[in-house]
């Protein structure tokens, strides 16, 4: 008889190191997943280190039989979404657990309970802690490994969470465009977009520049400022610390390519930005979640073979929308690319929520390549 299953909370190194090394067991035979850094992890994931925990209420929990850690799940509360929000509203995430409903029920109750205890009344999910920390359930797209920052879950989630009693909250989407279909002179593209960036660049006189990593620091805090000035709109949006982002940008810095970070500026105003980054996955897929001794050399070799490229973060100051610039700079961003010799293109996430922008994707020839869905349900 197997050993009766139980749940703990993570208390220690041991625990969380255990936590952080589980996903293992539930993707060894996907060839599409991607080990995130077991380092990184570690150190989001610690409360003394991790920006998150600033502002939030954690609960690690580890789902065991016997000695054996047979699932996951990490439940929270924003304090900045609650403020936001008006509503007590909590969320679960790392949620990670084999093809056995019993085991992801008891993880799901867990945190449900330990969110009811801090009288949450809702539960939405899954994220890593953020929206912008792998978010959702996949639906569709399996079939190719992500990008960096975006999702990959077994399809048998989706039945799990519905199971539970949980529903749609809303959904997800991963844009992807070929060069071939973009064209190689950006001839592709709808010609009123194209005449639509030249009148932006003209009569709003929109200058368009690199980022300046001489003024690394300040560039953050504009970033950061325009990053939540943007997606101030959508509903779902929380503001990213100034911590949050400086983590997020970290991560993006090693592989970053100044010329392909980009601001608008308009009469010395930086009023939007978009920055297109390498992406690394191509490179993590083969470390397994190591940098060291040898994951170092495999990513310098491997680095070099790196086709394709996703757009982490873009948008436009609310008040000058509607202008042509976020056209004019895509497409000076996709002319940069294409003299960098990349051949593909990754815009991830957007939201059904911004439905301008994935009509924009859908203008400018893109498919959308992956879906994913974020749940809730009421405590």
């Known amino acids: 008889m197997p050993p009766l299953l139980s749940i703990q909370s993570v208390r220690s190194r041991r625990d969380l190191r255990r936590f ?13 997943w991607v080990p995130p850094l077991i380092s990184e992890q570690l150190e989001y994931l610690d409360p003394s280190r991790g920006p998150f925990y600033e502002h939030a209420a954690v609960n690690l929990f580890l789902a065991c039989q016997g000695q054996k850690v047979v699932g996951t799940i990490a439940a929270f509360i924003d304090r900045r979404l609650v403020e936001q929000s008006g509503e007590c509203v909590g969320g679960f995430g790392f949620f990670e657990v084999p093809e056995e409903y019993e085991i992801a029920k008891l993880l799901l109750a867990t945190a449900c309970e330990w969110l009811r205890s801090q009288n949450a009344m809702l539960v939405r999910g899954p994220t890593n802690f ?30 799990f969470l519905e199971r539970f009693g949980m529903e749609k909250d809303h959904d997800l989407y991963a844009w992807r465009a070929y060069r071939s279909q973009i064209g190689e002179e950006l001839g592709n593209i709808p010609p009123d977009l194209t005449r639509v960036a030249e009148v932006a660049r003209r009569v709003a006189r929109v200058e368009i520049r690199t980022v300046r990593l001489e003024e690394w620091d300040q560039e953050i ?49 930086i009023v939007a930005f978009c920055v297109a980054v390498p992406d690394i996955n191509r490179v993590l897929i083969h470390l397994n979640g190591r940098l060291f001794p040898f994951g170092w050399l495999k990513l310098k070799r491997l680095i070099s ?9 873009m948008g436009v100051l609310e008040e000058y929308r509607h202008r042509g610039i976020d056209a004019l700079l895509y497409m000076e961003a996709v002319k940069a690319i294409y003299q960098k010799g990349y051949q593909w293109i990754d815009g991830s996430i957007t939201s059904e929520y911004n439905p301008m922008v994935n009509l924009i994707a859908q203008r400018l020839g893109a498919e959308r390549y992956k ?8 405590l």
């Open 20 to 32: 952080v090394q589980f996903p293992w067991q539930v993707y060894r035979e996907d060839p599409h």
């Open 130 to 159: 953020t929206l912008n920390e792998r978010p959702g359930v996949l639906l569709s797209g399996a079939d190719c490994p992500p990008v960096m920052l975006e999702a990959h879950t077994p399809p048998y989630y989706k039945e």
């Open 221 to 269: 805090i504009s970033a950061n400022r325009l990053f939540n000035a943007t997606l101030s709109h959508l509903p779902d949006h929380v503001p990213m610390s100034e911590a949050e982002f400086r983590r997020l940008a970290g991560q993006i810095r090693p592989f970053l390519d100044p010329d392909l970070a980009l601001f608008a500026e308009t009469d010395g105003k």
């Open 305 to 313: 073979r790196i086709d394709g490229v996703t757009f982490k973060l």
């Open 371 to 378: 879906h994913y869905r974020l749940f809730q349900m009421k």
